[in-house]
């Protein structure tokens, strides 16, 4: 038996598509990019984005070695199972065809979607309902479609995972490769059961395996290397460390209270965040350290330290031999310094790191948005991808110009406009799409030429009364 195999491969870097979640209608995000850029109005939906494809690509980085080495090596026992419970279930099958032609592409699809991502399934399943109001909450209400779907798409399979009624994800694998097969004289591209031997069918799972191993090592390179910085970083990490406190001293008093104490409910993006600043080493071999140090030295004029025994990040101004806490410095300091944490403490050595940032300009002088969207234009590629969110021109423009001047490769860089439509709000890449000569501005163009307008009008209104008088 010879095997010949026609890929329908899309890339070689993972796709992760959403249709229908939340506000949004749809959704695609690249994983080979950069630098990822999501501008829009208010309200259409990308925090949502950014946070599912967060929670999905954390809880794929959980597949441990060990599924992955049961995969490799499942194909020759899984075979006989297969068969085994083919033979039981045959008289069904043969109602429907008399000739027992029963694909084995689609018992290996069914398979492997049990044995690698029911597991995921049940985990990102658990990460949506701790971070969104639930999962029937979350299908799009200005769409007809009864559910949402998440859709993977690697080099030669595709994952889609849809929900259902009762708070449930279901996931099944579509694998993206045409087959023909070659027995004796006969060519078969409907690959049945019933005309090969169980010999033969262990060949086909081998160049089965061989096809999929590439696609799912993709999964485990970004293994404790996913990280999330949400909006207002500064107020909820001052208000995470006075509750951490809080509740160290309720548990000091638990005997004494006569009454339930509801805790409020903290979306699990914002769990990590606070548990990743609270959970770092000083001592940690950050490979962005030298980066770290340019954001301390040309914006913050100051180092963020960490202390080890209060479990807290802590800012020093050049100069001064005093340590702040973040509280009591600046809405600069305080906004940028959980950055620099993470760049100096957090990311680690050898890892292919992402980072989600929600509107890193917070409370930041236009100045400082500009000198920040240099460092981060500088981060991306060095093994580290960013994502972030925007309502900045100045960020905008600045990026513009970096590719413009050839500073940043426009290839790298993946500009989203978040669009509202009647079915949803959709992800627009081409409008703002990043080009060797820099980006179209489609997103905030249009409020400053109103207000040039207004001020045209008004001036006009001024010298029409001055000549009255």
């Known amino acids: 038996m010879s095997i010949n195999t026609q890929f329908e491969r899309k890339g070689n870097s993972m796709k992760i598509t959403l249709k229908d979640f939340g506000p949004i209608s749809h959704f695609e995000f690249d994983l080979e990019k950069d630098l990822h850029v999501i501008f829009g109005k208010n309200s259409v939906g990308k925090s949502y984005a950014i946070s599912v494809i967060y929670l999905v690509l954390k809880n794929l980085a959980k597949i441990e070695d060990s599924q992955f080495y049961q995969f490799y090596h499942i194909y020759p026992e899984f075979s006989e199972q297969a068969i085994k419970r083919l033979e039981k279930d045959s008289q069904v099958y043969q109602q429907n065809s008399p000739e027992n032609n029963i ?45 949402f779907s998440i859709i993977l798409d690697f080099a030669d399979f595709q994952l889609y995972i849809k929900s259902t009624a009762g708070e449930k994800l279901i996931s099944a694998i579509k694998i993206q490769t045409q087959f023909s097969v070659k027995q004796g004289l006969k060519q078969y591209s409907s690959l049945s059961l019933v005309n090969f031997s169980e010999q033969d069918i262990l060949k086909l799972s081998a160049t089965i395996d061989s096809l999929l191993s590439s696609s799912l090592k993709e999964m485990n ?44 409910n903290i979306s699990e993006p914002v769990s990590d965040y606070f548990l990743s600043l609270s959970n770092i080493s000083s001592l940690s071999n950050s490979p962005h350290h030298y980066e770290a140090s340019d954001i301390e030295k040309n914006i913050l004029n100051g180092e963020v330290l960490f202390n080890e025994s209060t479990k807290k990040l802590y800012y020093r101004q050049f100069g001064v031999e005093r340590d702040f806490e973040l509280s009591f410095t600046s809405s600069m300091v305080s906004e940028i310094s959980p950055i620099v944490g993470y760049l100096k403490y957090i990311l680690r050595e050898g890892n292919d790191n992402i980072l989600f940032i929600e509107e890193p300009e917070a409370h930041l002088h236009p100045e400082v948005q500009v000198k920040l969207m240099e460092q981060f234009a500088a981060l991306s590629g060095k093994r580290l991808q960013i994502v972030m969110t925007s309502h900045s021109n100045y960020m905008f423009n600045k990026l513009s110009n970096l590719i413009l001047d050839n500073k940043m490769d426009h290839n790298k860089v993946a500009s989203y406009l978040m669009r509202p439509t009647e079915a949803g709000s959709v992800a627009d890449m081409l409008s703002m799409k990043a080009e060797e000569d820099g980006m179209n501005d489609k997103n905030f163009a249009d409020t400053a030429e109103m207000l040039y307008e207004e001020r045209i009008e008004i001036y006009e209104r001024l010298n029409n009364a001055a000549k009255k008088c």
């Open 103 to 147: 694909d084995f592409i689609e018992i290996i699809q069914r398979e492997v979607a049990t044995l690698l991502f029911s597991e995921f399934t049940r985990e990102l399943e658990k990460s949506l309902k701790s971070s969104f109001p639930g999962i029937d909450q979350l299908r799009n209400c200005h769409s007809a479609s009864e559910a």
């Open 221 to 264: 390179r970004y293994s404790n290397s996913i990280h999330f910085l949400p909006s207002s970083r500064s107020g909820l990490y001052q208000a995470l460390n006075t509750f951490s406190a809080l509740l160290a001293e309720l548990s000091k008093s638990r005997n004494f209270l006569t009454s339930k104490i509801e805790l409020p």
